[in-house]
């Protein structure tokens, strides 16, 4: 890295050009990116996204998405089977692409509710290819109403009406929280410099990001890139870009007041901190191996732009920061509200405290983590319910919700199951027996008849994502399993497929994961131990965050307090693995930042002690900062109108906090302390191996002479390869 750093500062006109050019690039990018992205939550190969395909093959409509649901409150004294409302239903489709269903094409008195005034009808759209859904919801209503008796109401709702996710694919938006995000880590960078070096993370950051766009934009010339792809990189690129140009800047800062030369101090800062963040990168990047390799779209395409966002990051803080740092650094210590490094005398107090008290030190942080890994059991995946959607959605469909479920009418009629049977069959007897189902439906008229096929629908008592509803995807699959080549489909099937998909190979992913982690740790700190506990103590904190999740989004306690959502009685079936593949690596962040500097007062003191003490001292104001920028810039996730996004920042923001905080502030040094000497044992063979230098014999701090003191660089400097 000392070579790398001596290349780059001769060559610092190239480097600084190369970058101009590409966060040029970026800017022009980012204003075309948003429309080249997709929407498609496809997922290919499951017997429900076969089923959706052949649905769409023979009718154009339906299968992958959840129906339109206009609903109807007639005045007093007009029954459901006037003329007018079912002219009014044959309204509803705008045109030969959309399939309507109601009690005007069925006679089945179910589509009317207990008070015999509230009729529903199911419109069923085509596809949409991958792009936002167009808004039909005004356009169906501006079509009944006019039909409709005098002094009917008309509202259409839907989970996809309920929901505001198409809303979240603008641009205006991204900047929005962008911004918000980057204004909270000023002020964190302020308070940590004192000084204009507080703009220079900043700088990074928005070279690592835009240039990160300007990769994603040509990725989509390629592939179907998600939407969800640059809210992560926007947000998590100003989170990781900050957080390891702070450690560089940081460690160049302690080499200055050590009286080195400002080029010296880059190439010592790079020597050891640089070191840090290209482990803390490529660690971030193996976590998001688990999205990469999923056969599922949209999440491997989030894990490629998950992948593209630490990489550059670290790719920028490598060569740009320190041609910044040999240029402009020593001027932008300006005003100098803090002319030396902080020394850490709180965090060194902190560290003496938690190794005085390690046994409870460790408990408390285990007790506080178990119990909300406890509450992790508990979780149920699926989509959020429709009364946690009408949180946020907008008046009409949440009316519309209203005036259906306060008629009685159960709302799983809102994620419809779709069979597709030969012309000549008919659906078994027995599905109208299923305790789940509210009605079967055998609708008559060309739209529902194609070919040697006909459709029938099975209404759920509860919504798919429920684990009712669940139970009755089954039992219907297996009723239907009588009638030969059926097949089964609707989104509310495919997402229970999907589960199946995302979920069954997830232990064989944990397991790579891990594996290669503890290798890459293994030998960053040539240590057995401290890697196994570093994977160990991840895998703790993320079974704590998903149980934050159910505890305020599933349950309720604090969604409805802090965003006005209720209860959605589930986590979105992709929230949890995309918050493993993120927060594996940015949380492993700070343990090698935490680590790393202890390893490095290891190796020149030989004292445990004096490890953890100094090596907290040295990193506990850092991850701290580190930690709230990053935190800052998920809760700047949370403002997306989306009740998904707002569900995986709680995620992404929760694991950064109790990461930062019970785990890498209490734990991490207990637990060193626990292990003593054991921390730094590696068995001779396992270092040739790795191809690291065997660790010496342990000799008592009070009799060697700390490595610094005497102008010994390799020891003193974070000496082990990457």
């Known amino acids: 890295m000392g070579r790398f750093s001596r290349f780059v500062l001769r060559h610092r006109t190239a480097v600084v050009l190369a970058w101009l050019v590409l966060l040029i690039a970026g800017g022009a990018a980012a204003g075309r990116l948003s429309d080249r992205l997709s929407h498609d939550f496809a997922f290919p190969d499951t017997a429900a996204d076969q089923a959706n395909h052949a649905i769409l093959a023979g009718y154009g409509n339906g299968a992958g998405t959840y129906p339109l649901v206009p609903v109807v409150v007639l005045p007093a004294g007009t029954a459901p089977d006037d003329p007018a409302v079912a002219r009014a239903f044959a309204a509803a489709a705008l045109d030969s692409s959309l399939r309507v269903v109601s009690y005007a094409n069925t006679g089945d008195r179910r589509f009317a509710g207990q008070d015999g005034r509230t009729v529903f009808g199911l419109v069923f759209t085509p596809p949409t290819r991958g792009k936002a859904a167009p808004d039909y919801g005004p356009r169906i209503t501006a079509a009944m109403t006019p039909v409709l008796p005098a002094g009917a ?29 980057a204004l909270g880590a000023l002020l964190v960078l302020a308070f940590v410099f004192g000084s204009l070096l507080a703009l220079v993370p900043l700088l990074v950051a928005a070279v690592s990001i835009l240039t990160t766009f300007a990769i994603v934009l040509a990725l989509t010339t390629v592939a179907d890139v998600s939407f969800i792809v640059q809210f992560l990189v926007a947000l998590i690129g100003l989170g990781v870009a900050i957080d390891y140009s702070l450690l560089l800047v940081t460690r160049w800062r302690e080499e200055r007041a050590q009286g080195h030369p400002n080029d010296e101090a880059v190439h010592r800062a790079m020597a050891s901190a640089g070191r840090a963040v290209l482990l803390s990168g490529v660690t971030v990047a193996v976590g998001l191996i688990a999205l990469v390799v999923l056969p599922v779209p949209f999440l491997r395409s989030v894990g490629y732009g998950g992948m593209l966002v630490p990489l550059v990051s670290v790719l920028v803080t490598l060569t740009l920061l320190p041609v910044l740092l040999a240029t402009v650094g020593p001027r932008m210590e300006w005003p100098r509200a803090r002319r030396r490094p902080a020394t850490g005398r709180a965090w060194r107090a902190w560290a003496g405290g938690v190794v005085r008290v390690r046994w409870l030190a460790a408990a408390a942080a285990l007790v506080v983590l178990g119990l909300l890994a406890a509450a992790a059991t508990g979780i149920r995946l699926g989509d959020a319910d429709s009364s946690a959607l009408a949180g946020s959605a907008r008046p009409a469909p949440a009316a519309g919700l209203r005036d259906l479920t306060g008629a009685g009418i159960p709302s799983g009629v809102l994620t419809p199951i779709e069979a597709l049977l030969p012309a000549d069959a008919a659906p078994p007897s027995t599905v109208d027996n ?75 992913l944990l397991a790579l994961i891990g594996l290669v982690t503890f290798v890459l740790l293994t030998r960053a700190f040539r240590s057995v131990l401290l890697a196994v506990k570093a994977v160990l103590l991840n895998l703790l904190s993320l079974a704590a965050t998903y149980g934050v999740l159910v505890l305020v989004w599933q349950q309720g306690h604090g969604s409805d307090a802090i965003w006005h959502v209720p ?21 492993m962040d700070y343990e090698v930042f935490i680590l790393a500097r202890m390893r490095e007062e290891y190796d020149a003191t030989a004292d445990t002690r004096t490890a953890i003490v100094e090596g907290l001292a040295r990193t506990g104001r850092l991850v701290t900062s580190a930690a709230l920028i990053l935190f800052l810039a998920f809760v700047s996730l949370a403002t997306a109108p989306s009740t998904d996004i707002k569900i995986l920042a709680t995620g992404l923001g929760a694991g950064i906090l109790l990461d930062a905080t019970v785990v890498r502030s209490l734990l991490v040094p207990a637990t060193v302390s626990l292990l003593g000497r054991w921390n730094w044992w590696l068995p001779a063979w396992a270092a040739r191996v790795l191809r690291v230098p065997a660790p010496a014999a342990a000799v008592p701090s009070e009799r060697r002479v700390p490595a610094r003191q005497v102008g010994v660089t390799g020891a003193g400097s974070f000496d082990y390869d990457v």
């Open 434 to 508: 299923i305790p789940g189902v509210y009605a079967t439906l055998t609708p008559e008229g060309p739209a529902w008849h194609r070919g040697a096929t006909r459709l029938v629908l099975v209404l759920p008592r509860q919504e798919a994502s429920s684990s009712q509803g669940k139970d009755t995807i089954a039992a219907t699959r297996n009723a239907f399993r009588v009638v030969a080549n059926t097949q089964v489909g609707g989104l509310g099937v495919l997402l229970y497929d999907a589960e199946d998909a995302l979920y069954g190979p997830f232990p064989w």
């Open 567 to 587: 209860a959605t009685g589930a986590i979105t079936f992709w929230v949890p693995l995309m918050g493993f593949a993120f927060l594996y690596g940015l949380s």
């Open 153 to 181: 109401t008309v509202h259409v709702t839907g989970l996809d009406e309920l929901s505001t996710m198409d809303e979240t694919g603008s641009g205006t938006s991204v900047l929005t929280e962008t911004l918000i995000g």
